[in-house]
């Protein structure tokens, strides 16, 4: 039968990450594309989530979320966000930090309103968009700093604009909003009285020091803000699909709403698992980020060395490298040649822009085991064009 899939659905745009995966498998290649987070998940998470069951935590639970884990959640915004949060109003927990992405634009937004991406984009923020019938604006950044331009900002606002999403750090540029940036989110927000919807996914994987910060908790931003946080990349739990929004009581019960027909609540033992987690002393948050700056430090001395230029990221767990000096004819043919020189698999920058901006970029996750990063660095050493 010759059934018409929904146009909502053709619209999408898929992104080069499984075909890299897919070229990638066939060669027998190492995977830098896809991030799926290899370090292993702390035993206080895994065994508080094997307690839960073997305490018989199987059923549903509130969609929100189990009270234990909103409590937790609350006292570590307080700790590490600097937000005061009521646990029973204002977080929403959902089935990952995408769950509450999706159920936020569904519960907040109307199909045709415009919606403010910050290009380079992570593509599951556009498809998402696309899937809710949002028009997607985009407003492109440009290496290597990504900063934002208070003039650049206001001029991207249409009269349909209605909320602009933030990423911080961001995937893929490991870029972080600075304090002036969203200082400038802030005054733009409230002159165009636009929604903040803000990705803080990698909140704890952090570089050389910096501080990240919430944009929930800068100035009078909170009241149109939606943090969406999650656990996949803090704790290596990245199946587990497990996150949550925070935002004010109206807007999270709105959210809750949708959540619940989405999802009916996240997996309930592996909530008390997570909750269990956000106890974990300040040493192993610490130690993540020593973890991954360690591997930052290999991939990127690796691309130098392959004569890729890498745009050293400030946050998350991916890098770009820029190959505009090596006059291949786009990403994805720069991609695939290297895949095929060297076994190592990158995504082209054309996944992450609306813009050909991207032509000029590929992008390398490095959350991977050291055996794996040093053969990958020793196999670029050969690349040559
Ligand atoms: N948000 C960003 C920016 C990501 O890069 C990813 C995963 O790569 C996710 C969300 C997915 O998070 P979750 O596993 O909580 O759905």
Redesign the pocket.
Known sequence: MNFPIAQRIADLRPSDIRLMTKECERVGGINLGQ?LGDLPTPPLVRDGAIKAILEGQNTYTPSEGVSPLRLAIAEKLKRDNGLDVDPDKEIVISS????AFAATLTALLNPGDGILLLEPY?G?HLNTILLNGLEPQFLTLTPPEFSLDEAALNAAVRPNTRAMVL?TPS?PSGKMSSAEELAIVERVAERHNLLIIS?E?YEYITYDGRQHISPASVGRLRERTVSIM?F?KTFSI?GWRL?YAVADAALATAINLVNDLLYVCAPSPLQYGAAAGLQAPPEYFQSLRNEYQRKRDIICAGLHEAGLTPLVPQGAYYVLASIAHLGFADAKTAALILLAQTGVASVPGSSFYQSSSGEGLIRFCFAKDDATLHEAVKRLSKFRV
């Not at 990952?96 to 769950?99: C, K, L, V, Y």
């Open positions: 991030g990952g930090t995408t769950g992570y599951y990423c995937n990705d996914i999650g996949s990245t996150g």
